[in-house]
């Protein structure tokens, strides 16, 4: 499979009557270029924070045929004109990703987005590889994994940031994993060399 590309927005301070308007136009542009929502919400309305500092934000997460898809939809004259319509409607960070070969499963699925920092890149790699063979054990994947270097930031200020974000075939599976208790020994292990933001999100129905 061709990689698949991923918009990935991360919101605070949202004026949810602004945002409305906003979010109304955006369908159409989307279906033009090749794009879908595959989970969008705010905290308690289809998002949850995990672990953290980062509270209160809402994500939307697309998907589009390829990563310059993504591009084409940011930059065409229908998503600008567009965008003049949530200026006052919030605080955004924006990043281009491109998948890894895995695709989100059908009905409805759930979602977890990590955005984090690395301090120790060489003790942070064997806890990353248990977290991979974790995954497998749950027989789910990552959409992406995607270092610093290779996300493109479209708006915003979060930097040097990575992102991990995983699909789960609903949102009890990706409870169960959360929940895990060897899991659980490794995240607390690698928040050590890493900090760590993570969201559960809920899909959408498709």
């Known amino acids: 499979m061709a990689a698949l590309g991923y918009l990935l927005v991360i919101g605070h301070s949202i004026n949810a009557e602004i945002m409305a308007g906003y979010n109304n136009v955006l369908p159409p542009i989307y279906k033009k270029f090749g794009g ?3 989970g969008l919400g705010a905290p308690g309305q289809g998002v949850e924070h995990l672990e953290g500092e980062w509270f209160n934000h809402s994500l939307m997460l697309a998907q589009f ?9 940011w930059y065409s004259p229908e998503y600008e004109e567009a965008k003049k319509l949530r200026k006052g409607g919030g605080e955004f960070n924006v990043f281009k990703m491109a998948g890894n070969g895995h695709e989100a499963p059908l009905g409805e699925p759930a979602f ?8 120790d890149a060489d003790a942070y790699a064997p806890f990353a590889k248990a977290e991979e063979e974790k995954l497998s054990h749950h027989d789910v994947n990552y959409l992406t994994k995607t270092a610093s270097y290779q996300a493109e930031r479209l708006e915003g200020d979060l930097a040097d940031h990575n992102f991990n974000i995983i699909a789960f075939p609903s949102l009890d599976s990706a409870a169960s994993l959360w929940k895990d ?3 659980k020994k490794i995240r607390g292990m690698r928040s050590k060399v890493a900090l760590f933001n993570t969201y559960l ?6």
Do not use: A, Q, T
Not at 112 to 119: A, E
Not at 201 to 206: S, Y
């Open 65 to 73: 045929k390829k990563p310059d898809d993504v591009s084409n939809f």
């Open 181 to 183: 208790l060897e899991h």
């Open 112 to 119: 977890l987005i990590s955005f984090y920092r690395v301090f």
């Open 36 to 38: 879908f929502y595959l």
């Open 201 to 206: 999100v809920r899909g959408l129905h498709r």
